[in-house]
């Protein structure tokens, strides 16, 4: 299949559920539509339509206050977070790509959302250090082999029952295959991403599904309660 931005990839899901279900999105404000379509014109990622939608129900639900979002691109994300929470809502961003930076800042001058969205130059792994949080949703959107060594502090800034969604996790598919069978280039990427899925699956302050929605997304809740074989424990 081909992507927008014409990348030769594989489905999760069948093609056709994907077309069909994209069929019936109901569109995003134009500014959106517009940095969408000058970030697939551009070859820079942005979150997949099925990934919009489950994201704008995730907020609808939450409501979070105050949001933290690891890996800024372009600013698509962060301005489709502020626009689609129904509460009032102050986002921190970070991001290294110093190309992409001026692009985000400008975005969010165009959205006239410059004094709610604070956007963190650097490398995440220091940045994450700096803040003290805690945030009520964490969205990790960065380079897919730092995931597992930005969750103990992404978990640190993450508040009781806070919400914290990651993307790209199933890799088009190649998280299922044997290391042998990825691409050489790829290994370490899929080894770090089996290990940030079998941590979020299995520690003991997170309940997390793991969906294949677009490249796929975890969406993990925090609780100050600890848990052994599904059994609650003071």
């Known amino acids: 299949m081909q992507t ?37 014109r551009t070859d820079v990622p942005i979150i997949r339509r099925e990934t919009q939608n489950c994201l704008k129900l995730l907020l609808a639900l939450k409501k979070p206050k105050h949001i933290l979002e690891v890996g800024t691109a372009i600013g698509f994300s962060a301005i489709f977070m502020k626009t689609y929470n129904p509460a009032e809502c102050r986002i921190t961003t ?6 992409r930076i001026p692009i985000a800042r400008a975005n969010f001058l165009r959205a006239g959302m410059e004094k709610d969205i604070q956007l963190i130059e650097g490398d ?13 949703m964490i969205f990790m959107d ?30 088009d598919g190649d998280i299922i295959e044997s ?35 677009g490249d796929g997304i975890t969406v993990s809740s925090k609780s100050s309660r600890k848990s052994i074989g599904g059994e609650q424990l003071e």
């Open 124 to 136: 995440a792994a220091e940045a994450l250090k700096s803040l003290s949080g805690p945030y009520d």
């Open 4 to 40: 927008r931005s014409g990348i030769k990839t594989t489905m999760i899901i069948n093609e056709r559920f994907v077309t069909y279900l994209n069929s019936l999105d109901s569109g995003n404000t134009r500014l959106l539509e517009e940095i969408e379509q000058e970030a697939l």
């Open 94 to 99: 970070i991001e290294n790509y110093e190309k």
């Open 142 to 171: 960065a380079a897919k082999g730092q995931y597992i060594y930005f969750l103990p502090q992404v978990l640190r800034l993450l508040a009781e029952d806070g919400m914290l969604v990651s993307d790209n996790i199933l890799q």
């Open 179 to 213: 290391r042998y069978a990825v691409i050489r280039r790829n290994r370490t990427i899929h080894k770090r991403m089996r290990m940030y899925l079998y941590e979020l699956t299995h520690h003991e302050q997170l309940v997390t599904a793991v969906l294949p929605v």
